[in-house]
């Protein structure tokens, strides 16, 4: 079903896996807690994506105390529970963006407390349809799901199967409704839950950290055919499970914490094209993993929702000004 535009993990992560100084410039930002109600509850490693079709923010699942199933929609300035008449079995960890050919949402893979999993859903602002693809990526938690830089499909890489990290890039083609395989000539070095997402300004994707069993301290970015490692003079600590969206106020992709080696961050991110530039953001959220964040167009900044700081599920909302 197409739609019409309107405008153009640590109990988690063990199951996945088994203070940074400001360079020279550094630019500013502003963080904002804010209290809508009615709310999702506390979670952490939600699927969420910016919907275009839809004007608005669509959330789903993640895991707070058990795997979750419900569906919410960040439009107008409030959330709303959506009641589609399917949906997703419950999990966490899924890869979930928007496919601008379709209209659609499309969710793939993630965690239900049991296995992980491999199937392929779409959602088109009123239902979830199961889609049964004669090709599919790996099943995997932690996947990078988002849109390709030339045609706007969604594309898939990475994940962890339970035995391997994938280094595997799919695209899904909504005319076929399948999984096709691109054979890059180059690839990052497999990983699972990495920050990733797209920059439409720069006509790339921009790929750093995750967990792995190879060094994952890298950037990549991805152009739509292939994949090429960068070598930026800052970067941010390894981390996984960062919250990244693309911010158009600002034109650049923004990465805010996420777990890492040495514990939960609380460092905002900006990538400029060609570097990681750390921004001094005041009132910055406590440290934690597992959020998300998109850009809301009505607020003209981006939102973010969840997480865990610490051993502790949260359902607070922030908004950023960069």
């Known amino acids: 079903m197409h739609r019409t535009f309107r405008v153009a993990v640590l109990p988690l992560c063990a199951v996945l896996l088994v203070g940074v100084a400001a360079p020279a410039g550094a630019a500013t930002a502003s963080w904002r ?30 895991f707070g105390g058990h795997f979750l199933s419900d569906t919410w929609l960040w439009s107008d300035g409030r959330w709303r529970l959506l009641h589609p008449a399917h949906h997703p079995t419950a999990r966490a960890n899924a890869g979930m ?26 959602f088109d602002g009123t239902d979830w349809h199961r889609q049964q693809p004669a090709k599919s990526p790996p099943r995997g938690t932690g996947p990078s799901l988002f849109p390709d830089p030339r045609s706007g499909r969604v594309d898939e890489y990475g994940g962890f199967d339970g035995q391997f990290y994938q280094l595997q890039t799919w ?50 970015t991805f152009d ?24 158009p106020v600002i034109g650049k992709v ?11 961050l609380d460092d905002t991110w900006e990538w400029t094209g060609s570097d990681w530039k750390l921004l001094a953001a005041s009132n910055p959220p406590v440290a934690r993993e597992g959020a998300r964040v998109s850009y809301d167009p009505e607020l003209g900044r981006l939102v973010m929702f969840g997480g865990s700081i610490g051993n502790t599920f949260t359902r607070q909302f922030w908004t950023l000004r960069a």
């Open 97 to 122: 963006a928007y496919d601008s050919p379709s209209g659609d949402l499309v969710l793939f893979g993630g965690f239900d407390g049991h296995r992980r999993l491999g199937d392929t859903w779409t």
């Open 171 to 220: 695209r899904w083609r909504s005319d076929q409704r399948t999984w096709r395989r691109v054979f890059t000539k180059t690839s990052p070095w497999a990983r699972s839950a990495a920050v990733a997402a797209l920059d439409p300004v720069r006509h790339e994707v921009v790929l750093f950290g995750g967990i792995a069993d190879v060094n994952p301290n890298n950037t990549w």
């Open 33 to 62: 807690m804010r209290f809508p109600t009615p709310r999702p509850s506390a979670r952490w490693y939600q699927a969420q994506s910016s919907d275009p079709a839809m004007d608005g923010i669509v959330l789903f699942g993640g």
């Open 224 to 247: 739509g055919s292939d994949w090429t490692m960068r070598d930026p003079a800052h970067q941010p600590p390894q981390t996984w499970g960062a919250a990244t969206a693309f911010d």
């Open 254 to 264: 923004v990465s805010y914490g996420g777990g890492s080696p040495g514990g939960q």
